[in-house]
């Protein structure tokens, strides 16, 4: 997904930087989609939430979790906000609700890390230290393209639209737009911008994304609550369960294995470290995807 960053000394001066690192989100529509999510559903159930999550996270710990994403620097202000959050969750109610306690608590801190390094605005010395500047921007700053794959006749550009990221997850490329907004009830094709502007939208994406297997790839989902089950293909890649396998999942041909780029593996370890503490759970196991080889290859 399109990683964004803001460098400090541009912080400081009140404008705004970009330097991107992941290029290919490497997401493809897989047919088997869960019936919870392929009919999401904002509502209350009884006078309950649906989703486990705001147990997990209350609106207290989400602020603390992000600072800062409603400074002035960050663009996103206000965008992010703790309620949709919780409408996106009640969407797809097995996230933060298969599992053990701890399993629960870790997957959210996952989800939450991986959010987190994609729109951060931190640096190494920030206030609060980098960990604390999530969410802080919601689409990608001059795009080096328009992410246009022309060659996916499945989900075609349509003229004039970018498909560049957006979200918390920054969503990218006509091939992961065209298939989230045909589960999450909008245009992805001819109206990706509503991605940057409902946080619902923004949101659901995100989770869309978390929770879709698309073979080969495991969802993210099934990786942190302990459902995945590798393939000989995986055994040989050393594609083992963990934070770092999402990490493979989101942009590992960028990231991981020996031709990675360590920089962005350890953000993300960073932020996950963080909410983990938080939460009071431990991390688990292969944090990174340095040994792993990336699903492109």
């Given at each position: 997904?399109?990683?964004?960053?803001?460098?400090?000394?541009?912080?400081?001066?009140?404008?705004?930087?970009?330097?991107?690192?992941?290029?290919?989100?490497?997401?493809?529509?897989?047919?088997?989609?869960?019936?919870?999510?392929?009919?999401?559903?904002?509502?209350?159930?009884?006078?309950?939430?649906?989703?486990?999550?705001?147990?997990?996270?209350?609106?207290?710990?989400?602020?603390?979790?992000?600072?800062?994403?409603?400074?002035?620097?960050?663009?996103?202000?206000?965008?992010?906000?703790?309620?949709?959050?919780?409408?996106?969750?009640?969407?797809?109610?097995?996230?933060?609700?298969?599992?053990?306690?701890?399993?629960?608590?870790?997957?959210?801190?996952?989800?939450?890390?991986?959010?987190?390094?994609?729109?951060?605005?931190?640096?190494?010395?920030?206030?609060?230290?980098?960990?604390?500047?999530?969410?802080?921007?919601?689409?990608?700053?001059?795009?080096?393209?328009?992410?246009?794959?022309?060659?996916?006749?499945?989900?075609?550009?349509?003229?004039?639209?970018?498909?560049?990221?957006?979200?918390?997850?920054?969503?990218?490329?006509?091939?992961?737009?065209?298939?989230?907004?045909?589960?999450?009830?909008?245009?992805?094709?001819?109206?990706?911008?509503?991605?940057?502007?409902?946080?619902?939208?923004?949101?659901?994406?995100?989770?869309?994304?978390?929770?879709?297997?698309?073979?080969?790839?495991?969802?993210?989902?099934?990786?942190?609550?302990?459902?995945?089950?590798?393939?000989?293909?995986?055994?040989?890649?050393?594609?083992?369960?963990?934070?770092?396998?999402?990490?493979?999942?989101?942009?590992g041909g960028i990231e991981c294995g020996p031709s990675g780029n360590p920089a962005p593996?350890?953000?993300?370890?960073?932020?996950?470290?963080?909410?983990?503490?938080?939460?009071?759970?431990?991390?688990?196991?292969?944090?990174?995807?340095?040994?792993?080889?990336?699903?492109?290859?």
């Amino acid at each position: 997904m399109a990683r964004l960053f803001l460098p400090p000394i541009f912080l400081l001066a009140g404008l705004l930087a970009i330097v991107s690192n992941a290029g290919v989100a490497e997401a493809w529509w897989w047919s088997g989609w869960r019936w919870d999510c392929l009919f999401p559903s904002s509502g209350r159930g009884h006078g309950q939430s649906r989703s486990h999550v705001a147990s997990i996270v209350t609106e207290d710990v989400y602020r603390s979790f992000f600072l800062h994403k409603d400074d002035a620097a960050c663009p996103a202000r206000g965008f992010y906000n703790y309620t949709s959050f919780l409408r996106a969750a009640e969407a797809f109610p097995e996230f933060g609700g298969d599992g053990d306690a701890a399993t629960r608590k870790r997957e959210v801190a996952a989800f939450l890390a991986q959010i987190s390094h994609e729109t951060t605005g931190g640096w190494a010395t920030a206030p609060d230290g980098p960990f604390a500047w999530g969410l802080c921007f919601k689409e990608e700053i001059s795009p080096p393209s328009n992410y246009c794959d022309a060659s996916n006749t499945e989900w075609p550009c349509f003229p004039g639209k970018s498909y560049h990221g957006r979200g918390p997850i920054q969503l990218s490329w006509n091939f992961n737009y065209g298939p989230a907004g045909k589960a999450l009830g909008f245009d992805g094709l001819r109206n990706p911008e509503v991605v940057a502007v409902d946080p619902d939208v923004a949101f659901k994406t995100a989770l869309w994304f978390w929770m879709t297997p698309r073979a080969p790839k495991p969802s993210c989902h099934d990786v942190m609550v302990g459902r995945y089950k590798p393939s000989p293909a995986d055994l040989a890649a050393n594609r083992t369960a963990g934070f770092g396998l999402t990490t493979n999942i989101i942009n590992g041909g960028i990231e991981c294995g020996p031709s990675g780029n360590p920089a962005p593996v350890g953000d993300r370890v960073g932020f996950f470290r963080r909410y983990c503490g938080m939460l009071g759970v431990d991390v688990g196991p292969n944090l990174d995807c340095a040994r792993q080889e990336p699903y492109s290859s």
